[in-house]
């Protein structure tokens, strides 16, 4: 059975600077594509960035975040700096196991296992 935990969530000011962690256990991390996306109540969950071959970006978040992953650790990573308001969301790690290019790292139907997610609060 795949898990994720996600880790590193919380409040700060907007400007400031978070990391999420993303801990995967009982499966084979190197050969997933892995991903950030996000959710607010009662809205769809959106994509945020995803891990494959390639790095994939939300336009929101480009220039600002920045995914990576550590085989060694089993872990992914999401910095993101210079916050916003706008980026208030619970965050959720995905993991897939497939690595592929383009639209198929976007879409979270395409996504197999999930954490729990983490609150993400920006102040202003």
């Known amino acids: 059975q795949v898990q994720l935990v996600e880790s590193g969530g919380g409040l700060v000011q907007a400007g400031g600077s978070l990391r999420l962690s993303c801990a995967v256990s009982?499966?084979?991390?190197?050969?997933?594509?892995m991903a950030w996306f996000r959710q607010a109540p009662g809205k769809e969950r959106e994509f945020v960035a995803s891990?494959?071959?390639?790095?994939y970006y939300a336009d929101s978040v480009k220039g600002r975040f920045t995914i990576r992953r550590d085989n060694s650790k089993n872990t992914v990573y999401l910095q993101m700096n210079s916050l916003k308001p706008e980026d208030t969301f619970v965050y959720y790690c995905?993991?897939?196991?497939?690595?592929?290019?383009?639209?198929?790292?976007?879409?979270?139907?395409?996504?197999?296992?999930w954490g729990q997610g983490t609150q993400v609060t920006v102040s202003s």
């Open positions: 009982g499966g084979t991390f190197s050969i997933y594509t």
């Open positions: 891990h494959s071959w390639d790095a």
């Open positions: 995905a993991a897939a196991s497939w690595r592929t290019t383009g639209w198929r790292n976007k879409a979270a139907e395409e996504y197999e296992f």
